[in-house]
């Protein structure tokens, strides 16, 4: 993932209820990529905010699936989780699992979820992304803006 050729969103989230789904591996990186998806979240004004925990990063879809079709649909759903390449084939299968189960959930739901999932080979990787302080990138933020700013580009189309 990188910063290169990424839009500067302005978004405005007035009225809109968002459910931020968070994996709880890699605990530093994800308290940073939350906090930084929750700062976006109320830069945007965003009126409502919820934080669901599910363990690892395959847990993603399943959620996303039943937030996205429960009575009490959001708006949209931010996805943010953490997979570091280990040597097991588990990066491949977790890191496709949550990817294309995330997917599907926007498409089959019409809902916008931002893909705040990384992907990296090393743990350094992931906190240069992840919105610390001296971090070169906000993914959790980077999100969060993208799916208001997809909500908003979509809701004459309902
Ligand atoms: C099993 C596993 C591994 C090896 N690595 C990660 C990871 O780097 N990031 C992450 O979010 N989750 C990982 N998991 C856990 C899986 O996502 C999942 O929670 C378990 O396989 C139980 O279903």
């Known amino acids: 993932m990188s910063k290169e050729g990424?839009?500067?969103?302005q978004v405005d989230g007035n009225g809109l209820r968002v459910v931020v789904i968070a994996a709880q591996w890699h605990e530093q990186i994800m308290t940073a990529l939350v906090?930084?998806?929750?700062r976006a979240l109320n830069e945007a004004n965003v009126s409502e905010v919820s934080v669901v925990r599910v363990p690892g990063s395959?847990?993603?879809?399943?959620?996303?699936?039943?937030?996205?079709?429960?009575?009490?649909?959001?708006?949209a759903i931010v996805a943010l989780g953490v997979v570091i390449r280990g040597g097991t084939p588990h990066f491949d299968f977790v890191c496709t699992a949550a990817t294309d189960g995330l997917n599907s959930v926007a498409l089959e739901?019409?809902?916008?979820?931002?893909?705040?999932?990384l992907t990296c080979d090393t743990e350094q990787q992931a906190l240069d992304?992840?919105?610390l302080p001296g971090s070169s990138e906000d993914k959790g933020a980077?999100?969060?803006?993208?799916?208001?700013a997809?909500?908003?580009?979509?809701?004459n189309w309902r």
């Open 35 to 38: 906090e930084g998806t929750q």
């Open 129 to 131: 992304r992840s919105g």
């Open 109 to 117: 739901t019409g809902i916008p979820v931002g893909f705040g999932l």
């Open 142 to 148: 980077e999100a969060a803006q993208a799916a208001i």
């Open 6 to 9: 990424s839009p500067a969103i």
């Open 58 to 75: 395959f847990e993603l879809s399943v959620a996303a699936a039943r937030i996205a079709r429960s009575k009490d649909a959001p708006d």
């Open 150 to 155: 997809t909500v908003r580009a979509l809701e």
